[in-house]
């Protein structure tokens, strides 16, 4: 379910008076991932910053170049190993860890615009979904923000 629900509204060319309203977050489906790291949070234990020690660089440069060619569509379909339920989704913020629900309050985040992009198991990049462009603000190497329940 998406929670961006901007509205565009256009003029038809064949009838100016005529204004339609289109649902942005529907129509950014069928667009490709867009990355964006203006909203980047260098620090504490979430940081997205190269010089971390545990930053796998070409492994995340591989990833990056691969979901830039995906729509978000595409990208909706994955889902983990042995279940359906989808790898990439918003976040509940009652489910993040102290630690992350710091990070979101620091950098002043809306709670309900959280988005969890999983790249692998563990490997997830934490950021905002604005219509097609995915905003990175943290890496999260051992699936740590939001830690599954087992």
């Known amino acids: 379910m998406e929670r961006n629900r901007n509205r565009v509204t256009s003029r038809s060319a064949r009838n100016p008076k005529s204004i339609s309203i289109v649902d942005a977050s529907i129509s950014a489906d069928k667009q ?34 691969q ?27 009652d489910e993040l860890s102290r630690t992350a629900k710091d990070r979101v309050a620091a950098m002043h985040i809306e709670e309900d615009d959280i988005y969890s992009l999983a790249l692998t198991n563990k490997l997830r990049i934490i950021g905002i979904r604005d219509g097609r462009v995915f905003r990175a603000i943290w890496y999260d190497p051992e699936h740590e923000f939001c830690p599954s329940k087992h």
């Open 32 to 65: 490709t991932l867009v990355w964006s790291f203006d909203k980047v949070d260098r620090n504490d234990h979430f940081r997205f910053c190269c010089d971390r020690e545990d930053m796998i660089h070409n492994q995340l440069l591989e990833y990056i170049m």
């Open 67 to 93: 979901y830039s060619g995906r729509t978000w569509a595409s990208i909706k379909l994955d889902t983990h190993d042995k279940s359906n339920r989808s790898k990439h989704h918003f976040l509940n913020y």
